[in-house]
């Protein structure tokens, strides 16, 4: 079965650049969700969008920002990169069908390092 | 809002034991809850889920969990540990459609 698409999966940047990360959903899954997990710690809710309009906010930077396009792909751009920006970005998506109970299902994860 | 509490960072058992890793929640309106496993390196995988109906679910790899109202638990059982268990293991609960509010984890390990 297809799953959720990750690129880049590893991506090293220095302080101050930019980075976008991007995320392919599961056909006709109609929701995505960005997820950041810092070393050792629990996912935490960064962002979602349904139908290509942002449904969710959490406790995203201002430095970053999110789009989801008319393919229903969605890209996390990230600016003035920080040193505590590494961690592990999850994309998770999942379909909005009212006949099926929400699943997210979880990308392999893109690791952004920040030197 | 939305909260889970997994009891225990760590929790080691041997090969063959039963294995339990523990999850309260707390919601203001009725849970959707998840257990998720995430092997070193990898994504999140969905082991199993609570949305409605049974209480008591099972899930992959002989997983199951038990939704207890009353003491607001989804704790995670297996009876018989194996080594390939070994993983962090996330409880995370949401309200359906919304993002999932995890906790802070439990790693799981085995031994031989």
């Known amino acids: 079965a297809a799953g959720v698409i990750q690129s880049p999966r590893h991506l090293i940047k220095e302080k101050r650049e930019t980075a976008t990360l991007k995320c392919y959903p599961i056909p006709r899954h109609d929701t995505v969700y960005w997820y950041q997990q810092g070393p050792g710690q629990d996912p935490q809710f960064l962002i979602s969008?349904?139908?290509?309009?942002?449904?969710d906010k959490g406790s995203i930077p201002d430095r970053f920002s999110a789009q989801q396009f008319s393919d229903y792909h969605s890209e996390l751009n990230m600016s003035s990169l920080e040193l505590g920006d590494s961690a592990l970005y999850f994309c998770?998506?999942?379909?909005?069908?009212?006949?099926?109970?929400?699943?997210?299902?979880f990308g392999p994860g893109t690791r952004l390092t920040v030197l | 809002a939305q909260s889970v509490t997994q009891l225990g960072s760590h929790v080691s058992v041997s090969e063959g034991a039963l294995v339990l890793l523990r999850c309260n929640y707390s919601s203001s309106v009725p849970p959707y809850l998840f257990w998720y496993v995430q092997y070193p390196n990898q994504g999140l995988q969905l082991l199993l889920k609570y949305t409605t109906g049974a209480t008591l679910v099972k899930g992959i790899n002989g997983f199951e969990a038990e939704f207890k109202k009353s003491e607001t638990s989804f704790h995670l059982t297996k009876p018989s540990a194996h080594m390939s268990d070994a993983a962090e293991y996330f409880c995370a609960v949401s309200t359906g459609f919304q993002k999932l509010v995890f906790g802070t984890g439990t790693r799981l390990l085995v031994s031989p």
């Open positions: 969008f349904y139908e290509k309009m942002q449904s």
């Open positions: 998770a998506s999942s379909p909005r069908d009212s006949s099926l109970t929400d699943t997210q299902y």
